[in-house]
């Protein structure tokens, strides 16, 4: 009994390193924007059709079409950074987030031109060899993508936290003209925070996709996703990492004790309540205001 | 010569608000400059102006240039204008204040040249020597600082972008008056020790005579009056004819 919930408890939080992943894309983008990027998971999705068509259909090893897949989500959100999102500097943030989610239906769109719409797996890349921890077994999969979640993660916030650039980005975070009057290029800034969501968002698309495989759907993973940054707080990147791992466990808690259909809506439960006693979500940062 | 100069400088707000008219004025380098005049005068617009601030307040040069050494400033990000020395301390303080006191230094880094560590470490100490109590709380999350603290920190942020010329706007403003004393004794002593041009925004007129050597005063958006400390007239004249003082003083001049 027990020895199995612990193992459901490792696949769920293991579960959770995708979503931690693609939760500090949206957060990194709205600290620096303010914009609610609902295109996130179609940031996730084309890397990983790229990452499909680099291994299987151009035969890299997967290591360099991981770096294809990486410089192609680059470039898509450069072009959707550049050519859409830039033009609307100043028009109100309702507008920019009804933005993001059209972009997002446009890609998703392309997607489905290009490579249909079913669901296709990825070769495979990533061990299958079950890990033991003590006698639990986790999942080969599940463990080295969890593993990678975690690197990608852990580069991520010591980046933010101690990297010249994360002091900028938290600057313009705080207020963008105070940054940019301390010599900030507060326009690099946003450029950089796109970016940096569009590589946590590739390595997230294809950790998903390497688990259930690759469609224009993919992305709606994301929603989940929603619940992750309420949970935190939007503009927390520690309780992201918590409230990430938290997520993917109780989904697999939820799935393996109760149902599937319990499985999709659950975690929404829990939010709604979080956020009823605490709006700013459990990390969300108070505002330190004091004039 | 690095003067900073206003030529013929007009400034509208959402294209309708006219709030300034045909302003000159020069900023001497390595020299303290006070620029007065009652509320809504133009005082913080010509510092936007010449920092660029404005290109985020709907506000907009309609005729006129601003230049430093020689270089039109017009149409360059304010950015890049705080990278070729101008710094601007705001009116209301603009603290980072979810960062600690010594990362708002760190920001004001990205106004000069990269630095080593030791490079930071020297110019915080520098700063910290300025303002005691900035170095006392430099791990200390910055929006707990009080007014007056906030307001060294604003002043020692600028310091710290090593700045060729520095913009000023009320520091006084709201603080105790040993306080303001305190800051204005600190500007008066950069400007004497390292030859920084200063441009000082003020409503008190006692202490911008004091340091200030060379005094604007702008009504309604115009330069009304300009000189030297000495030939400008008196604090209560200035004070009565001016900012709206006392107008017994000025009959009794
Ligand atoms: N962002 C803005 N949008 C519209 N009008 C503005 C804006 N900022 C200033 N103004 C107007 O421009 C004029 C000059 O304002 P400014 O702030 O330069 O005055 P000031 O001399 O600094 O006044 P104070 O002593 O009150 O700070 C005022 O009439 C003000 O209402
Ligand atoms: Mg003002």
Do not use: C
Request: proline content about 3%; glycine content about 12%; overall charge neutral.
């Amino acid at each position: 009994m027990l020895r199995q919930f612990l193992e459901f408890s490792i696949i769920g939080i293991a579960s959770g390193g995708m979503y931690v992943l693609s939760a500090l894309g949206f957060v990194i983008i709205f600290k620096a924007t303010r914009i609610f990027n609902f295109a996130m998971g179609e940031m996730m999705m084309l890397p990983a059709f790229i990452f499909l068509w680099a291994m299987a259909t151009v035969g890299l090893h997967w290591v360099l079409a991981l770096m294809v897949a990486i410089l192609g989500g680059i470039v898509i959100v450069l072009i959707l950074e550049r050519v859409v999102m830039r033009r609307m500097i100043g028009r109100p943030v309702v507008v920019l987030v009804m933005v993001t989610l059209g972009a997002g239906s446009v890609m998703r769109g392309i997607a489905g031109l290009i490579w249909g719409h079913e669901i296709v797996t990825l070769p495979n890349f990533i061990p299958r060899d079950p890990i033991f921890l003590g006698d639990i077994l986790i999942p080969g999969k599940l463990a080295w993508s969890f593993l990678a979640a975690a690197v990608v993660a852990g580069g991520f916030v010591a980046y933010y936290r101690f990297s010249r650039a994360g002091i900028a980005i938290r600057a313009t975070a705080s207020d963008l003209v105070t940054a940019e009057v301390l010599g900030v290029n507060v326009r690099w800034v946003y450029t950089l925070a796109w970016m940096l969501a569009g590589v946590l968002a590739a390595v997230a698309g294809i950790l998903a996709a390497s688990v259930n495989g690759v469609s224009p759907q993919l992305g709606f993973v994301a929603l989940n996703v929603l619940a992750v940054i309420m949970l935190a707080g939007m503009t927390s990147v520690f309780g992201v990492l918590v409230a990430g791992l938290f997520i993917g466990w109780l989904e697999t808690i939820v799935g393996a004790y109760l149902s599937a259909a319990w499985q999709s809506f659950l975690p929404y439960v829990i939010v709604l309540l979080v956020m009823m006693v605490k709006p700013s979500g459990l990390f969300g940062e108070e505002r330190v205001e004091r004039i | 010569m690095t003067d900073l100069t206003v030529e013929n400088l007009s400034v509208v707000y959402g294209q309708a608000i006219a709030a300034l008219d045909d302003v000159t004025m020069t900023v001497s380098e390595g020299r303290m400059t006070a620029l007065m005049g009652a509320n809504g005068a133009g005082k913080s617009t010509v510092l936007k102006a010449i920092s660029g601030v404005l290109e985020f307040e709907r506000g907009r040069i309609s005729t006129g240039r601003v230049t430093f050494g020689g270089q039109q400033l017009n149409d360059i990000p304010v950015h890049r204008r705080s990278r070729m020395g101008v710094a601007h301390v705001r009116e209301g303080r603009h603290i980072l204040s979810n960062m600690t006191v010594e990362e708002n230094l760190d920001v004001a880094g990205f106004a000069a040249p990269p630095r080593s560590k030791a490079e930071t470490a020297r110019i915080a100490d520098r700063i910290y020597g300025y303002f005691p109590v900035l170095g006392e709380r430099r791990r200390g999350t910055a929006g707990y600082l009080s007014g007056g603290e906030q307001q060294m920190l604003a002043i020692g942020r600028a310091i710290a972008a090593e700045p060729r010329v520095m913009l000023v706007d009320e520091a006084s403003l709201g603080l105790a008056p040993m306080i303001a004393e305190q800051i204005f004794e600190i500007l008066g002593r950069i400007n004497a020790d390292t030859g920084l041009t200063i441009l000082i925004v003020e409503q008190n007129v006692g202490l911008a005579l004091r340091y200030a050597e060379y005094v604007y005063v702008l009504e309604n958006g115009r330069v009304a009056l300009e000189g030297t400390r000495d030939t400008i007239g008196t604090r209560e004249e200035i004070s009565a004819r001016y900012l709206g003082g006392d107008t017994t003083l000025t009959e009794m001049a």
